[in-house]
């Protein structure tokens, strides 16, 4: 397991004056990072799979099989564990109110440190609302959770509430280029200034794109100009319910690094049916491990055209 030690102890590297500057680590670069999703450990059903788990020694004990299989499926590359948080989940709007629930800073003593002491990173994952992700991310700086190494973020434009609307989600949202851009020029500024020493991931979730073009909105709008930052991974994640036949065609065409050059890091989501969920929030059926790393293909004869770096379960 892929230990942070400068998490652990909640501790910042700093750099002597007349030394050059340090090279940061990627997590996504030398590591697979499994993570499991949902609004908290307890919460459950409709609200991810995390919250079937009643504390982080639950997770541990019941992900351990998948992260051998995952490490069989990869190649052997070390797989760090994360707790996908739904840090800021969108509630129908109020006026005047950003459509935000967020969660109290207990989250660093409930999940950051015992993450941390594990070697697994958290992942503050926010839903927009009326908010945008230039404002979350410096929500997130604000409150302290960043200067933790083991600590990345995620945006979901599913959820960024369309002009005229109240209820997130209805219709599907998008999100600015410029604004991720934003994003991660002022996580890249921060990782700069806290001499962290591992770059910061940003995730993204998207289900609509130009390069799928079947209906559903595009979900980052002028997605062409997204560009890179030294200290921050950009990760784009195919997210959205589906068939597998529906995922890997979406997951090959909206992470190609062919029809977007800037695209380095890809990760997808995979809903799994929780004990007690009416909803239909599932895949039908779930991807196996062998097929969402390509070593199977799936039973049409189509085949992840690259591993994911990031591989959620919701």
Same mark, same amino acid.
């Given at each position: 397991? %892929?230990?942070?030690?400068?998490? !652990?102890?909640?501790?910042?590297?700093?750099?002597?004056?007349?030394?050059?500057?340090?090279?940061? +680590?990627?997590?996504?670069?030398?590591?697979?990072?499994?993570?499991?999703?949902?609004?908290?450990?307890?919460?459950? &059903?409709? *609200?991810? /799979?995390?919250?079937?788990?009643?504390?982080?020694?639950?997770?541990?004990?019941?992900? !351990?099989?998948?992260?051998?299989?995952?490490?069989? !499926?990869?190649?052997?590359?070390?797989?760090?564990?994360?707790?996908?948080?739904?840090?800021?989940?969108?509630?129908?709007?109020?006026?005047?109110?950003?459509? %935000?629930?967020?969660?109290?800073?207990?989250?660093?003593? +409930?999940?950051?440190?015992?993450?941390?002491?594990?070697?697994?990173?958290?992942?503050?994952? =926010?839903? *927009?609302? /009326?908010?945008?992700?230039?404002?979350?991310?410096?929500?997130?700086?604000?409150?302290?959770? %960043?200067?933790?190494?083991?600590?990345?973020?995620?945006?979901?434009?599913?959820?960024?509430?369309?002009?005229?609307?109240?209820?997130?989600?209805?219709?599907?949202? =998008?999100?600015?280029?410029?604004?991720?851009?934003?994003?991660?020029?002022? %996580?890249?500024?921060?990782?700069?200034?806290?001499?962290? &020493?591992?770059?910061?991931?940003?995730?993204?979730?998207?289900?609509?794109?130009?390069?799928?073009?079947?209906?559903?909105?595009?979900?980052?709008?002028?997605?062409?100009?997204?560009?890179?930052?030294?200290?921050?991974?950009?990760?784009?994640?195919?997210?959205?319910?589906?068939?597998?036949?529906?995922?890997?065609?979406?997951?090959?065409?909206?992470?190609?690094?062919?029809?977007?050059?800037?695209?380095?890091?890809?990760?997808?989501?995979?809903?799994?049916?929780?004990?007690?969920?009416?909803?239909?929030?599932?895949?039908?059926?779930?991807?196996?491990?062998?097929?969402?790393?390509?070593? +199977?293909?799936?039973?049409?004869?189509? /085949?992840?055209? =690259?591993?994911?770096?990031?591989?959620?379960?919701?």
């Amino acid at each position: 397991m %892929l230990l942070l030690a400068a998490a !652990a102890a909640g501790q910042r590297t700093t750099d002597a004056p007349d030394q050059p500057a340090c090279v940061r +680590r990627s997590l996504v670069g030398s590591a697979t990072v499994y993570g499991i999703y949902g609004r908290g450990f307890g919460v459950a &059903p409709i *609200l991810g /799979r995390l919250g079937t788990y009643r504390n982080i020694d639950d997770m541990a004990a019941d992900t !351990a099989p998948q992260v051998e299989q995952i490490e069989a !499926a990869n190649g052997g590359k070390p797989v760090v564990r994360a707790i996908h948080l739904i840090y800021a989940m969108a509630t129908p709007c109020q006026a005047g109110g950003d459509c %935000l629930s967020y969660l109290g800073r207990d989250i660093i003593a +409930r999940y950051i440190e015992p993450a941390a002491a594990r070697g697994w990173v958290v992942v503050l994952d =926010s839903q *927009l609302g /009326r908010s945008n992700p230039v404002e979350q991310v410096r929500h997130m700086i604000a409150a302290g959770f %960043l200067r933790y190494d083991n600590v990345e973020v995620a945006i979901d434009p599913e959820f960024h509430v369309v002009p005229g609307n109240s209820v997130p989600g209805i219709p599907i949202g =998008s999100v600015e280029a410029a604004q991720v851009n934003e994003a991660e020029r002022i %996580l890249d500024e921060y990782v700069r200034a806290e001499n962290l &020493p591992t770059k910061k991931i940003l995730e993204v979730h998207q289900f609509g794109d130009p390069a799928v073009n079947d209906g559903v909105p595009f979900m980052i709008r002028n997605k062409e100009s997204l560009r890179d930052c030294p200290n921050v991974d950009l990760v784009i994640d195919m997210d959205g319910l589906g068939t597998p036949a529906q995922k890997v065609w979406k997951y090959n065409r909206i992470t190609s690094s062919r029809i977007y050059p800037f695209i380095h890091f890809r990760g997808i989501k995979v809903f799994y049916r929780d004990p007690g969920e009416t909803h239909g929030h599932f895949d039908r059926p779930p991807m196996t491990i062998e097929e969402v790393f390509g070593i +199977r293909p799936i039973p049409n004869g189509l /085949r992840m055209a =690259s591993k994911p770096d990031v591989l959620i379960i919701a």
